[in-house]
């Protein structure tokens, strides 16, 4: 179905209300948070929210457009984010009991973004404890799920993101991605995931899981919400040495400007085993669409994708455990009411404080760091990472973007995947793109039979998110599928 | 049979920085408890480290002057332990890829005697690497408080190579070391203040062996005396192991200065892990020829070169260059005296800061920079001398009150009437006329060859003139009258 209330519009839409003060961005915000008050009994995508709040910065976004000082398209608009990017003054928790009492003091470089862009700052949205995961069954507070089927999950890390966007608890929301935790859940909830290259948006304010692999990036319901997001986020940032000092395009100007048609490579090796014949079939037809429209459609060869599950475990799993050692219950968050001695603080505060994928993660990024053991594993697994980024920067000789599902399988039930390795392979189409550093969107291209979303990637070329967006928008504007709203 | 010790040092320098070695923050001594925080510094969720540049200028700065090779790049390394000092429970450090290499420290091992030149060495370095330092950890009687204004203090260890041999080299390394850092002005390196601390690692072998001995690491060795005290102690008690038979045992002790004892800390055995990593936050820095060629014009003259330089170019003997050039600010505030003061008289100049200036700044317990006595003085009161105008007795007087007002030495003598000599030539050629008549023994053993007997007629001009005679020209002028007949 295609519901055409407010809180489903996408930003574009009611910037342009907004603008033409047909709508204020109170009557936008309230309807947002009845919306919110009447689905998320039954959606569970906020760990919290602060109605009066997100009404005062919609007043002030009023008061600002009255005085003809409106900010541009974000102005007013209600954005949700993860509870992993920080937020002055609201809680900052990664959906883990280690931070369930912790404040932020600070603003993230993306929230500041987002405030001088005029969003209205809107709830903190549940994850996979500390982003380790891909449904959100790994939240400590509760499980998210899916709004085309509550008995399924919504993805994740990032589920709470995706899902509070595809019920219409928000009109865009902000995720993180280290292994696809924007795009995977984007794919399972009927909605736009853009994961930017690495270095183009600031990590400053992002609670760190695999600093190498992280990277924030939007959920919209447009491809062009996409564009608009991304220009209000992106940007170097003197706050993170590793964002990149480069001139921003005008990504929505682009997705006019740049007509195609492109090169469009198809990787082998993501269309092989596992891969669901209904989400293949979804993915082929959007294939013969750029086809049509003109675009050569190439076979590429990325061949040393069969070892991306296995490095990206290695190397994230090896970051988390010194990222997370931080939390250790002296200066903030769970403190062991138990302990003896420091020793035992730390031991009793980490083991009551983080959930078992959390410290499995870390038992094994100790591991593999650990003297003796470091070259075999953590120095090897960077030589591959470095040979799957030069499988991508060698198909980019041929082809200006590649297309994949972004899933092999549409949303699964809850405590399906109870095997942890089961649930690592959900990742195994969007894991390159973090190990190569490249920009990765995740774009609605179907409903499987049982009704259940389907989302194809397409990959672009480093800091190249012009043309990526471009060539996606040239599908999702000639398509509905994701303007169709759940049934909830 | 007889054994050697085999000493190296590693050196931690808290640089002296604006800010913190990876955030913005205030870096210094002294604040209230957690006042130098913010939220890099406490480690909150999400933060990222951001390299301080002017740290790294400064140990580029120690590289240079050290002789050191300055690494073309060089990069972060997280060593990872837990320990409540530490608010991330890993350091940002340089493990495999230091800033410097090589280079070394020279040293001047005591002398003979106080007042001569002791033998020249020169100590290698392996190594210097940057690192952010740790809080600190208070114990009260059932709580241990943390303080993190030290946190994230930018932080250089200093690595030598296991050449020192003794105690007394340890000494002269690190008396050298903290003299040329405080050159720079890389480090105040007040040990008190935890801005240079230093741990030894000490190991004893048969003379003519070449392989090292079990090392034994000293920690806490809190002043230079210590260090060489801890040394002294540990070297002793390894040769008391070693020649009852006993074997060394890898492992960190502890010593305590206060006690002169030391206790082992942890064995090899419990050693950490410290699953050193490339930090994913952090780029590596190249550092160019200009970068380098920018510091190599702010490095200074060190303090043997200058030495060297003092006693060519102001013939100053050893014992005023030893103490002028381990001090920069005195050392320049010398020359400046001597600059003023003109030809000549820079042994003087020298005399006076190192004697009568030291001794009163010590007395009234200032530094240098705090006195009101300013090199022009040094430089009058020397002419003042040199000119006749003042006698050495009357100008100690002249300094203690120089010293206690700033007022200029010719206007003390002036309001206080201290001028040597009657300017009137004819006053005092009268009393050495008068002196000469009245001693014809003294005039006629001077005559038959006898140099000394000059001084039986200076007592009687002196007590004439109330002391104010100027002895230079009471002496000329009698020389001139016995002559004449």
Redesign the interface.
Known sequence: MSDASLHFQSIAELAALLEAKTITSVQLTEAVIARTQAVEERVKAFNSYDAADALAQAAASDARRAAGQALGPLDGIPIGIKDVIAVTGQPLTASSKMLANFVSPYDATVTQKLKKAGAVIWGRLNLDEFAMGSSTENSAFHTTRNPYDLERVPGGSSGGSAAALAAGEAIATLGSDTGGSIRQPAALCNVVGLKPTYGLVSRYGLIAFASSLDQIGPFNRTVEDAAITLQAIAGYDENDSTSVKIEIPDYRAALKEKKGPWRIGIPKEYFGEGLDPEVAAAVEKAVSFYEKMGCEIKNVSLPHTEYGVGVYYIIATAECSSNLSRYDGIRYGHRSAEAKDVVDLYYKSRAEGFGPEVKRRIILGTYVLSSGYYDAYYLRAQKVRTLIRQDFLNAYQEVDAIITPTTPTPAFKRGAKADPLAMYLCDVYTIGVNLAGLPGISVPCGFSSGGLPIGMQLIGQPFKEADLLAIANAYDSKHDWSRRTPNL | MKYEAVIGLEVHVQIKTQSKMFTRVAAGYGQPANTLTD?VV??????????NKAALDAIIKAGLLLGCDIAPVCKWD?K?Y?Y?DS????QISQFDQPICLNGSVEIELPGPARNIQGEHKSIALTRIHLEEDVGKLNHEAFD?L?DYNRAGTPLMEIVSEPVIKSAEEAYAYLTSLRANMIYGGISDCDMEKGQLRCDANISIRPVGETKLGTKVELKNLNSISYVRDGIAHEIQRQLAVTQSGGTIVQETRDYDGQTGTSQSLRSKEMAH?Y???PD????PVKVDDAWKARIEAQCPELPFAKQTRFFTQYSLPYTLTSVLVWDRTLADYFEEAAKLAGPGKAQAVGNWIVNDLQRELGAAKLDLAETKVRPQHIADLVTLIDAGTLLNNTAKEVFVEMFATGEPPASIVARKGLAAAPTDTAELEGWCRDAIAANAKSVAEFKAGKESAINGLKGPIMKASKGKANPKLVDETLRRLLAEG
């Open positions: 939220p406490l480690a909150l969720p999400g933060v990222l480290p951001v390299m997280r990872n837990f409540p608010p991330k429970n890993y241990s943390v892990d699953r050193y990593f994913p936050d952090l780029m």
